[in-house]
């Protein structure tokens, strides 16, 4: 089940449980936060949303870290108010910004606006101090090989993922979605100090067999960008 054909120097670390992959990640972010931190005044952490992270943002929390000196956001947000269900800025809130890691500077992608792009102004505005590359990434991917917002169905993914243009934040619409979305792009999201790959169920390990077998070919499934020397995945069952 975990023969994976994985490009050079990228790390698979697989678990039985949910909570023990959940562990050892938190046990990785925080050592790379901490030594960050020694050396800077800030550090960023970049999570995404939905269930797989939850255990992971509860071992994180309870983190000994000077968190009043992390800045916290997400991978990409759907544009729906910070009360809806599908808000991963509440999820983060409710989840990740409690106990000791309530410290942390949180830096939303959703504001005010009707759209995406009507609040895209006030989002760069929000991440204006943010320093890149990033220090900690975090990421997931869907069943049809996306990560962040970065679906392949959506109009704006070519602009996401070139790395030559200056933003570092873009407005998403892809019709397979029901929400808009706001996503960091992949001149944003690349080349940060420790990117990982959270992953749970045996679905996800054959979408990632298929993203591995032709790395080339990133518009088809985004989350091939990643698959590249230093990215550290983290599956459990």
Same mark, same amino acid.
């Given at each position: 089940?975990?023969?994976?054909?994985?490009?050079?120097?990228?790390?698979?670390?697989?678990?039985?449980?949910?909570?023990?992959?959940?562990?050892?990640?938190?046990?990785?972010?925080?050592?790379?936060?901490?030594?960050?931190?020694?050396?800077?005044?800030?550090?960023?952490?970049?999570?995404?949303?939905? &269930?797989?992270? $939850?255990?992971?943002? %509860? *071992?994180?929390?309870?983190?000994?870290?000077?968190?009043?000196? !992390?800045? #916290? =956001?997400?991978?990409?947000?759907?544009?729906?108010?910070?009360?809806?269900?599908?808000?991963?800025?509440?999820?983060?809130?409710?989840?990740?910004?409690?106990?000791?890691?309530?410290?942390?500077?949180?830096?939303?992608?959703?504001?005010?606006?009707?759209?995406? &792009?009507?609040? $895209?102004?006030?989002? %760069? *505005?929000?991440?204006?101090?943010?320093?890149?590359?990033?220090? !900690?990434? #975090? =990421?997931?991917?869907?069943?049809?090989?996306?990560?962040?917002?970065?679906?392949?169905?959506a109009p704006e993914l070519g602009k996401a993922l070139d790395t030559d243009a200056a933003a570092i934040v873009l407005p998403m619409t892809p019709p397979s979605q029901s929400e808009k979305r706001i996503?960091?792009? $992949?001149?944003?999201?690349?080349?940060?100090?420790?990117?990982?790959?959270?992953?749970?169920?045996?679905?996800? =390990?054959?979408?990632?067999?298929?993203?591995?077998?032709?790395?080339?070919?990133?518009?088809?499934?985004?989350?091939?960008?990643?698959?590249?020397?230093?990215?550290?995945?983290?599956?459990?069952?």
């Amino acid at each position: 089940m975990h023969d994976l054909n994985l490009p050079d120097a990228v790390n698979a670390h697989f678990f039985d449980t949910p909570d023990d992959a959940a562990k050892a990640l938190a046990d990785a972010v925080a050592q790379h936060i901490a030594e960050r931190l020694l050396i800077a005044p800030r550090a960023s952490l970049v999570v995404s949303g939905g &269930a797989t992270p $939850l255990p992971f943002f %509860e *071992a994180l929390r309870e983190k000994p870290l000077d968190w009043s000196r !992390v800045d #916290i =956001l997400l991978a990409d947000e759907r544009w729906v108010p910070e009360n809806h269900e599908a808000s991963n800025t509440r999820l983060v809130k409710e989840n990740l910004l409690q106990g000791p890691a309530s410290e942390a500077n949180y830096l939303s992608l959703k504001q005010p606006g009707e759209t995406p &792009a009507d609040g $895209l102004a006030a989002v %760069e *505005a929000a991440l204006a101090d943010l320093h890149l590359p990033l220090d !900690v990434l #975090i =990421l997931g991917m869907g069943n049809d090989g996306h990560t962040a917002s970065l679906f392949p169905d959506a109009p704006e993914l070519g602009k996401a993922l070139d790395t030559d243009a200056a933003a570092i934040v873009l407005p998403m619409t892809p019709p397979s979605q029901s929400e808009k979305r706001i996503t960091l792009t $992949l001149r944003a999201l690349s080349r940060a100090g420790f990117t990982a790959l959270h992953l749970k169920g045996d679905d996800k =390990l054959e979408t990632l067999q298929a993203a591995c077998s032709d790395i080339s070919r990133v518009r088809e499934m985004p989350v091939r960008a990643f698959l590249k020397p230093g990215l550290q995945i983290f599956w459990s069952a």
